[in-house]
């Protein structure tokens, strides 16, 4: 086992869980006022948040004094369901059938709680793939345009994100990224981070004036959202790694 105490500054910080060596991303806070700790949804790291004081050696020692809820955060988690005929894949909420046939058009479609898709098995994965981004590119830029307007400023260019640690993104420059994965939860649920994200071209931080335009931005029930987020949103990582 790694003595985290003597560890060189220069490298990332690890724990191990049942066999599993997983990095321990360290985030101060300002508006930090507790050590707080959670998993990557995709399992891959362990997250400590900290006040601007907190001590590293504390925050590690803490990691390491909680490796059994660790372990039962990440035993926990949805198993990997890579797509293949005859399975399942996520959409807007709704879980549809693969209905694969190789004389099939290739270009995946929309049947009767199904998605249809022809072609090479082999490919299979990586064309659902391209078309959940496309059509979650296409979704994302009318909620962009919507809340924009409701926000009274011009729509910034849209990038998809592959983040493994935030839903959606606002940059100093207004420049918005959101997570494509958003595409298989429900319809409200990835119109509550596209409309955060409005909020920030606004306010650019989380003060009661940024959470009273997002409440009015928002046309749903964002503690909703959030709660979907928090207890569904780990499984968006289940399918294609």
Same mark, same amino acid.
């Given at each position: 086992m790694i003595?985290?105490?003597?560890r060189n500054?220069r490298?990332?910080?690890?724990i191990?869980?049942?066999?599993?060596?997983?990095?321990?991303?360290?985030?101060r806070?300002?508006?930090?006022r507790?050590?707080?700790?959670?998993? *990557?949804p995709?399992?891959?790291e362990?997250?400590l948040?900290?006040?601007?004081?907190?001590?590293? @050696?504390?925050?590690?020692a803490?990691?390491?004094?909680r490796?059994?809820?660790l372990?039962?955060?990440?035993? *926990?988690?949805?198993?990997a369901?890579?797509?293949?005929?005859g399975?399942?894949?996520r959409y807007?909420?709704?879980?549809?059938?693969?209905d694969h046939?190789?004389?099939?058009?290739r270009?995946?479609?929309? *049947?009767?709680?199904?998605i249809?898709?022809?072609?090479?098995?082999?490919?299979?994965?990586?064309?659902?793939?391209?078309w959940?981004?496309a059509e @979650?590119?296409?979704?994302?830029?009318?909620?962009?345009?919507?809340?924009c307007?409701?926000?009274?400023?011009?729509?910034?260019?849209l990038a998809l994100s /592959?983040?493994?640690?935030r839903?959606?993104?606002?940059?100093?420059?207004?420049?918005?990224r959101?997570?494509?994965r958003?595409?298989m939860?429900?319809d409200?649920?990835?119109?509550?981070?596209?409309?955060?994200?409005v909020?920030?071209?606004?306010?650019?931080?989380?003060?009661?004036?940024?959470?009273?335009?997002?409440?009015?931005?928002?046309?749903? /029930?964002?503690?909703?959202a959030?709660a979907?987020?928090?207890?569904?949103?780990?499984?968006?990582?289940?399918?294609?790694?």
């Amino acid at each position: 086992m790694i003595d985290w105490l003597k560890r060189n500054p220069r490298e990332v910080p690890v724990i191990e869980i049942d066999g599993h060596v997983l990095p321990i991303v360290i985030r101060r806070l300002s508006n930090a006022r507790r050590m707080t700790m959670r998993v *990557a949804p995709d399992g891959s790291e362990v997250r400590l948040s900290l006040p601007r004081w907190g001590r590293t @050696a504390e925050a590690l020692a803490f990691a390491r004094s909680r490796r059994d809820w660790l372990a039962e955060q990440i035993a *926990a988690m949805p198993k990997a369901q890579v797509p293949e005929a005859g399975g399942v894949i996520r959409y807007r909420g709704e879980t549809l059938r693969i209905d694969h046939t190789l004389q099939g058009r290739r270009k995946p479609e929309l *049947a009767n709680g199904a998605i249809r898709i022809g072609g090479p098995v082999e490919s299979l994965q990586a064309r659902l793939k391209r078309w959940l981004e496309a059509e @979650a590119r296409a979704l994302l830029a009318d909620d962009l345009t919507f809340y924009c307007a409701r926000a009274g400023r011009a729509a910034p260019k849209l990038a998809l994100s /592959n983040a493994r640690r935030r839903w959606g993104s606002c940059g100093p420059d207004g420049a918005i990224r959101i997570n494509w994965r958003l595409v298989m939860a429900p319809d409200f649920v990835r119109r509550s981070v596209v409309a955060h994200e409005v909020a920030h071209l606004v306010h650019f931080d989380h003060s009661p004036r940024f959470h009273s335009l997002l409440g009015e931005l928002f046309e749903g /029930n964002l503690d909703q959202a959030n709660a979907w987020l928090k207890r569904e949103g780990r499984g968006l990582y289940s399918s294609f790694g």
